[in-house]
């Protein structure tokens, strides 16, 4: 079992900036890729960025491609979303998740692990 929290989520500007983090817990001895998801109100769940278990690999879905970046920290337990640029669109709850996988994976079913949620809200 894995235990994922995260912090930093709050209210921003437009243009404005926030730094998420998402500490894991338990069972952390697998090789495991993380990702972030978000999810709106009235709308699904969807992939923000990934990075796999050693750091060296990243992706991101086009919405947040040059704005945000997903980085590592050198223990391997914690995940870090830096979000630049923020646009109200960017407004959701976003998910911290652990993966089945070392790889970076976009969808939800690769993942086994969820943490319960930052809000982030950006105002115009």
């Known amino acids: 079992q894995v235990r994922l929290v995260e912090s930093g989520g709050g209210l921003v500007q437009a243009g404005g900036s926030l730094r998420l983090s998402c500490a894991a817990s338990g069972r952390t001895n697998s090789n495991y890729g993380m990702g972030w998801f978000r999810q709106a109100p009235g709308k699904e769940r969807e992939f923000v960025a990934a990075i796999s278990w050693s750091g060296g690999g990243t992706y991101y879905a086009d919405s947040v491609k040059g704005r945000f970046t997903i980085s590592r920290g050198n223990a391997k337990n914690t995940v870090y979303l830096q979000m630049n640029s923020l646009k109200p669109e960017d407004t959701a709850v976003y998910y911290c998740?652990?993966?089945?996988?070392?790889?970076?994976?976009?969808?939800?079913?690769?993942?086994?692990?969820w943490g319960q949620g930052t809000q982030v809200t950006v105002s115009s």
């Open positions: 998740a652990a993966g089945i996988s070392p790889a970076p994976m976009s969808p939800a079913a690769e993942y086994r692990y």
